[in-house]
């Protein structure tokens, strides 16, 4: 599904990722854990094709083909979502608006027919019931006035509107109550399957109780540091990052 | 991020999709201006004796006239003697009795434009008055109009038939001494439209006219009326295109409305005129003036725009509140692009007792194009109770833009209250890769965040005409955005 070899990036001039790997099969779902800076948020919109990140070395194969020849929106259609950590306002333009010129471009891509007003208008009340909010939500600007944690499950329900093949979290359950955290849970676990995959960037394992990783990775100073199951978010969320000598490992690059 | 500018810019570069011209013979004049000119031309429309002393008139005082400089813009001097002041198409002289006896050549170049006239006009039920160069040239809906007692016909029509309210109201709201562009539009009118409401009576069905500019050095000098009696309501819809042009042309148009006691007029425009190539060659002088009268208490103006058009937009659709609790609105987009320069705005006169008005302006800026919105509050000692809001939101794309703000307000009484907010916000980055992210073309993304930006004004337009805005300021920022 994701193949990433070697990868290298940089931002403005500096270099974030730093010979990254990482395989992801379909169905599976792999979490990226990492000290604050050391570049999973840069990862994740690299593989979106964020103007501005330059690959520099290393390639990244999307289901059998070059993922860095493609435009973002193309990207999109090929079923790559980016569920932001930040995610911006779009003041004027409706939900429903926003959701369905992007259905639209992705069903046109595959080659389907655009959805009509009214099957798309059921389809989009069905799929923000199952992200707790209101439909009035849909008539609303993009992110307009959304508090921080309405915007995430905002986020989960354009995921579940566009059912990606390759669902990137950048940090969803950040900033999340319990129950937001559930429904945002919920909304992952729902589009699980074995044809799709799933990148889950956190901090907390708290989340993985809820949506259980196949894999845990530790991303520090632009590359993966240690991989194991999900039990190494537990021994991370007791030990820390101390033990795994992340900063022996930034003493000797930038020695380098 | 220079880099992300010059790929916003990749995206602006529009492709004006009107860019055509039509070959239909001219009947037109010479170019040049003098009595004669006048003369020839009040004749040729059989105009009495009244029109012609009024467009003389007018000239004579023009004479007199100095061209405005104060506008933020710039253009070469304008030789009035280089430009004709008279064509008419030429199969258009026996005068067609439906759309049958239109040239087909004309009505090809109607749908090129996205205007398919016989169609169009009856499944929305809206009446066309469609105007070719300086001649209407096909009504429609007459008959349904007449059962109501509406007159919508061509003003050189209404010189004949209705020849009281021409004299009452010609030169009514916008004098012959107004300013220079008004001036030479009162000697040289070739046509326009002429509407009246009676009293009581409220017009079944929106008005239309479309305009053009086609043959070669015409400038173009529509002139409106529209009166709406006592208690009557009326919208009325002003559409226009023109085809691609070598020389800068010019159009000075008047459009003059009058309310009287208690009648509401809608006016709404969506203005595409050719507005030149990526250096502003060949676009369209657009230079306006409109204003309307609240002439009785409790009357309404109400004028919504969206310009997206001309090489230079020089326009300030006004509204003098001299009726008691009367109302005015003005409810405006302006796009530009490239090269395009515009400097519009708004005035509103209070000179009656709690009289309203609000202004909401939206400037959209891309390319390096240069906009400024001028606006103007006057509130007269006998305005009590007098209140104003006003909105000027400004959106820039890319970073080569500009976009200014002049409001001026007077106030002459104290119990008059007015508020001015002001925003300028950029397209961003940010916003721009959300939408590609989910799947979305970056320029349909900036069309559909300009369009949000301006869904305020897009709302007061009436249903088609909303859904054609939104796809001219599309088309407009066409090519664009990266
Ligand atoms: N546009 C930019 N210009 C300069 N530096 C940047 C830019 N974007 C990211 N960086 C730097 O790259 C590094 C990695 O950032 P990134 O956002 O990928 O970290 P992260 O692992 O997601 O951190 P967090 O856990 O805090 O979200 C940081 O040092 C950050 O300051
Ligand atoms: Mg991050």
């Avoid at chain 1, 333009?93 to 080659?111: C, E, P, W």
């Avoid at chain 2, 809206?126 to 509406?150: M, R």
């Avoid at chain 2, 006219?209 to 002139?223: C, H, K, P, S, V």
Wanted: glycine share 8%; with cysteine; aromatic share 8%.
């Amino acid at each position: 599904m994701l193949s990433i070899k070697n990868l290298y990036a940089q931002v403005e001039g500096k270099e974030i990722l730093k010979g990254l790997t990482l395989d992801v099969k379909p169905g599976e779902v792999h979490a990226i854990m990492g000290p604050n800076g050391s570049g999973k948020s840069t990862l994740t919109h690299v593989l979106a094709g964020r103007e501005g990140y330059e690959v520099t070395s290393g390639s990244i194969e999307f289901g059998g083909s070059d993922l860095l020849e493609l435009e973002p929106e193309e990207r999109a259609r090929e079923g790559v979502f980016l569920a932001f950590q930040y995610p911006v306002e779009i003041p004027g333009v409706s939900n429903i608006q926003f959701l369905r010129t992007a259905l639209n471009s992705i069903r046109k891509h595959r080659g389907e027919e655009e959805m009509d007003a009214g099957s798309f208008l059921k389809l989009a009340r069905q799929k923000i019931g199952m992200v707790n909010l209101d439909p009035e939500f849909l008539k609303r600007g993009v992110n307009e006035g959304f508090s921080g944690g309405e915007k995430k499950r905002n986020e989960i329900m354009q995921m579940l509107m566009l059912e990606p093949r390759l669902a990137l979290l950048d940090e969803t359950d950040s900033g999340l109550d319990i129950d937001a955290l559930q429904v945002v849970a919920n909304g992952v676990n729902a589009l699980r399957s074995p044809e799709r995959s799933v990148l889950l960037v956190t901090h907390y394992q708290r989340l993985l109780n809820h949506i259980v990783p196949d894999y845990v990775h530790v991303l520090a100073n632009g590359r993966i540091v240690k991989s194991g199951g999900r039990e190494l978010a537990l021994e991370l969320e007791e030990k820390g990052y101390g033990w795994l000598n992340i900063d022996e490992d930034v003493a000797a690059d930038q020695e380098s | 991020m220079s880099e992300t500018n010059a790929e916003v810019n990749q995206y602006i570069k529009r492709h004006y999709e009107a860019g055509f011209v039509t070959d239909i013979e001219s009947d037109s004049l010479p170019p040049g201006l003098n009595e004669e000119v006048i003369r020839f031309i009040s004749r040729k429309k059989n105009e009495p004796e009244f029109m012609l002393e009024w467009r003389l008139n007018a000239y004579r005082q023009w004479l007199e006239m100095q061209e405005p400089e104060w506008a933020h813009v710039n253009y070469p001097k304008i030789d009035y003697n280089a430009i004709s002041y008279y064509s008419a198409p030429k199969s258009q002289k026996d005068g067609p009795k439906s759309l049958d006896e239109v040239d087909p050549e004309l009505l090809r170049t109607y749908e090129k434009l996205g205007i398919p006239l016989h169609e169009r006009a009856a499944l929305a039920g809206v009446a066309v008055d469609a105007v070719f160069d300086s001649v209407s040239v096909a009504t429609t809906f007459k008959e349904k109009l007449s059962e109501a007692g509406v007159v919508f016909c061509p003003i050189s029509e209404a010189i004949q038939s209705h020849p009281e309210l021409v004299q009452k109201y010609l030169g009514s709201v916008v004098p012959v001494k107004d300013n220079f562009f008004a001036g030479l539009n009162s000697a040289v009118f070739s046509d326009g439209s002429f509407v009246y409401i009676p009293k009581g009576v409220r017009c079944p069905m929106e008005l239309s006219t479309y305009f053009r500019i086609n043959a070669l050095n015409t400038g173009q000098f529509e002139r409106t009326l529209i009166i709406a009696d006592e208690g009557s309501y009326v919208s009325y819809l002003e559409g226009c295109t023109a085809p691609m042009r070598d020389e800068n042309q010019l159009h000075a148009a008047v459009v003059e409305l009058v309310a009287l006691e208690g009648a509401e007029i809608k006016y709404s425009t969506v203005q595409n005129w050719y507005p030149g190539d990526e250096e502003g060659r060949g676009g369209i002088y657009n230079f306006v003036t409109k204003r309307g009268l609240c002439a009785g208490a409790g009357s309404k103006i109400s004028w919504t725009q969206v310009e997206t058009g001309s090489a230079i937009t020089w326009k300030y659709p006004s509204v003098i509140l001299r009726g008691d609790n009367s109302v005015g609105e003005f409810y405006s987009v302006a796009l530009t692009n490239n090269r395009q320069q515009a400097d519009t705005g708004t005035k509103m006169i209070h000179l009656g007792k709690n009289t309203r008005s609000t202004i909401i302006a939206k400037g959209i800026s891309a390319g390096r194009s240069d906009s400024s919105y001028r606006g103007l509050v006057r509130v007269g000692p006998k305005a009590e109770g007098a209140r104003n809001f006003t909105q000027c939101d400004s959106l820039l794309i890319g970073s080569q833009c500009g976009a200014h703000t002049f409001p001026y307000i007077e106030s002459k009484n104290n119990s008059a209250v007015i508020e001015h907010e002001a925003t300028t916000s950029k397209v961003s980055e940010d916003q721009l890769f959300l939408c590609q992210q989910r799947g979305i073309d970056p320029e349909r993304a900036v069309s559909m965040i300009v369009n949000g930006f301006c869904k305020e004004v897009f709302k007061e337009l009436p249903m088609e005409f909303a859904v054609e805005a939104g796809k001219l300021l599309e088309v407009s920022l066409e090519g664009s955005v990266g």
